[in-house]
């Protein structure tokens, strides 16, 4: 515990800048501005059995609510999915995908990632950046590990990158709260009045 929170506060010493700049982007102009997208990262069958119950049962509702407002808004919900090319899962097994619970579409776009940053080695920028998205609201798990690393994925390709801090899930509740308190990020109902505002 000690070596993840070494770990979590070097990493957020390390974007000072980055982070100063993204609260400056929240500003009454900015929000009429952004173009978002929301990134559901590896809800899978293979780690939800690992994750915190408390955090499970909260967060997949939170997930649920989030997809279906930026559905409702045609703003781009995309699917990340981890595959260790070793240990899986792989795709096609039900290990890999998510809940059925999960109200995703096969029209949402899809990512399958092999690190935990998932801007690393995959086509998650170009999608982005086809799309139009200047702007990035994470979501799933772990919040410690692919959250966290996408997080700082997206500041290092110049996305404003938040946490939908109801909709995150890690092994331990504690873990989920630290990533909550130290990171960017929004509740579901903040980010539900700026997708409603009027332009």
Not at 23 to 40: F, M, W, Y
Not at 72 to 78: A, D, Q, S, T, Y
Not at 92 to 104: D, H, L, N, T, Y
Not at 128 to 153: D, P
Request: proline share 5%; charged share 20%; hydrophobic share 40%.
């Amino acid at each position: 515990m000690k070596n993840l929170l070494a770990l979590i506060l070097l990493c957020f010493c390390m974007f000072p800048s980055n982070l100063k700049a993204q609260e400056r982007t929240l500003n009454d102009e900015g929000i009429k501005k952004i173009v978002p997208a929301l990134l559901v990262i590896d809800i899978q069958n293979e780690f939800l059995p690992f994750m915190s119950e408390t955090d499970r049962k909260s967060a997949m509702d939170t997930i649920n609510k989030a997809i279906a407002i930026f559905h409702e808004k045609k703003l781009p919900v995309i699917r990340v999915y981890h595959h260790d090319i070793e240990r899986g899962p792989h795709p096609g097994s039900e290990g890999f995908e998510f809940p059925k619970s999960v109200q995703i579409t096969e029209n949402d776009p899809k990512v399958i990632k092999h690190y935990a940053n998932a801007f690393t080695k995959t086509c998650l920028d170009s999608l982005l950046k086809t799309l139009g998205v200047n702007t990035v609201f994470l979501c799933g798990l772990s919040a410690t590990g692919c959250v966290l690393g996408t997080y700082f994925g997206g500041m290092d390709h110049d996305y404003l990158t938040l946490m939908l801090k109801d909709g995150l899930i890690s092994p331990k509740t504690e873990q989920t709260a630290m990533i909550r308190e130290i990171c960017s990020g929004l509740n579901y109902s903040v980010v539900k009045t700026m997708l409603n505002r009027k332009p």
